[in-house]
Antibody
């Protein structure tokens, strides 16, 4: 069974940092592109970042609001995806979903709350 | 960025009756490989999004055949042939022909 499980969310103040993790199982992690998608409370969906497989170059892409502050990475030896979030803003408050890049499989999400 | 515009944003539906959601993109979603990358998701209350339809009209396994997708270029539609109570939720279209991937605002389906 394909599964992705996020962890690492929490409550922090503006300007803080946090690292999210996503553990994948039931599929060949090394072969897939992985992404993070977020959803602010009561709002719609926003694609945050994407990382290609190493075979496809391992390159990364970000949506403009997070570029320069967030870093997506992967450790294929651990079947784990990461999202390092720095200089957090109140508007980064959201549930962050780990998504296998064809978007068929989503995790349950982890809540990040940025508040003073 | 490609802007995805859904309508209506709220859809009071009648059990057993058809319902339809429109999604329009600000640019063509036909990719260089010839495929059209338009996806539909369902998000039930308190749940993660679930992919229903990909590449305009391909239904995912386990998705009831009352859901269908159609369209081309910049104009797309999700149809529910007979609405059931379990269809309540928010439906999103998404394009992934261009980066960044972008979603529509969402259409909230409720039962009248």
């Amino acid at each position: 069974e394909v599964q992705v499980v996020e962890s690492g969310g929490g409550l922090l103040e503006p300007g803080g940092s946090l690292r999210l993790s996503c553990a994948g199982s039931g599929f060949t992690f090394t072969k897939v592109w992985m992404s993070w998608v977020r959803q602010a409370p009561g709002k719609g969906l926003e694609w945050v970042a994407r990382i290609k497989s190493e075979a496809d170059g391992g390159t990364t892409d970000y949506t403009a609001p997070v570029k320069g502050r967030f870093t997506i990475s992967r450790d294929d030896s651990k079947n784990t995806l990461y999202l390092q979030m720095n200089s957090l803003k109140i508007e980064d408050t959201a549930v962050y979903y780990c998504v296998i890049d064809d978007a068929k499989y989503w995790g349950q999400g982890t809540l990040v709350t940025v508040s003073s | 960025d490609v802007v995805m515009t859904q309508s209506p944003l709220s859809l009071p539906a009648t059990l057993g009756q058809p319902a339809s959601i429109s999604c329009r993109s600000s640019q063509s979603l036909v990719s260089r490989d010839g495929n059209t990358y338009l996806t539909w998701f369902q998000q039930r209350p308190g749940q993660s999004p679930r992919r229903l339809i990909y590449q305009v009209s391909k239904r995912d396994s386990g998705v009831p055949d009352r859901f269908s997708g159609s369209g081309s270029g910049t104009d797309f539609t999700l149809k529910i042939s007979r609405v059931e109570a379990e269809d309540v939720g928010v439906y999103y279209c998404m394009q992934h022909a261009h980066w960044p991937r972008t979603f529509g605002q969402g259409t909230k389906v409720e039962i009248k």
